[in-house]
């Protein structure tokens, strides 16, 4: 009931568009005082420190209208969300080439499981999972001049932001503990689907892992993703086949073991990341960001997934 109402109030007076601002605000105040917020990610120990407070919500309409709520502005570890924009790149670079090396197929499994990986004989379900992802890393070397600085350009034009940056300690903290991405990458080197040696290919995962970025500058990034392949800011372009594709991924591949579930209850393609933020997008209509840094059980936040659960059904603007 008391939701209703607030709905109810939240439909702006002048035009049957909701009032964004009005539903982004009581959806926060409903989340922020849960009293499970989830865990921080510690595996990586740079961000195992962080405040599980932190809470930040941003919207950008496709009329380019921005709506933000809490710590929208202020700068996470984007960690996995990296893998889109990562894979972008790549099929912006070599096409169809892409899936010669990776499937296309939720795993239906945690993001670093390796026992597929071997039973697949070194060809990863698909790109937003950790060996696709450095399958991709791989893919990037090859065809950029300086791998890490033309990635974090791309991102920058993609955002028109110059201050989006690598935070050096995240990539270093996961350079010394992440056994598990080195056996998958020596994993996929023993299958013959690495060209570049594992600790270069690794020094870029990292790296585009430990990008940091705002809530606001992650909806700008995805923008083009739910414009059709085409980014405003300049001419960084997908055919609208390609942003079809990635977007499909995301549905069914962007949620780790979790993807079915984050479907069933949102409905929107997204991504999330182990630093505690989401990207959701509805073509045409909308990209929103959450960041809250506690994680559930399967890796993905928790009021993250409480907020987009609740934006949809409170909006009915979903892909179903
Ligand atoms: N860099 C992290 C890893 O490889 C990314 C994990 C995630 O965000 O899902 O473990």
Redesign the pocket.
Known sequence: MQCQQRWLNCRSTNNNMPDFQAILEHIYQDAVIASDKGTV?S??PELAHIDKNNFGIHLRTSDGNDYGVGNYNKPFSI???S?VLALSKAIALIGEGTWKRIDVEPSGHP??QLALLEIENGIPRNPLI?SG?IVIADILISNLKNPKEDFLNYVRDLTGDETINFNKDVAHS?KVT?F??YATANLLKSFNNLNNPVEDVLDF??HQ??IEMTCQQLTKAFFFLANKGICMLNKTRLTKSQAKRINALMLTCGF?DEAGEFAFEVGLPGK????GGIVALLPDHFVITTWAPGLNKK?NSKLGMLTLEQFTSKTKLSIF
């Open positions: 990610a595996y990586i960690q996995s969300i893998k993001f670093n950790n992802a996961e992440g598990k991405n995962y990292f892992c430990a780790y999330s990341g182990v630093g890796g």
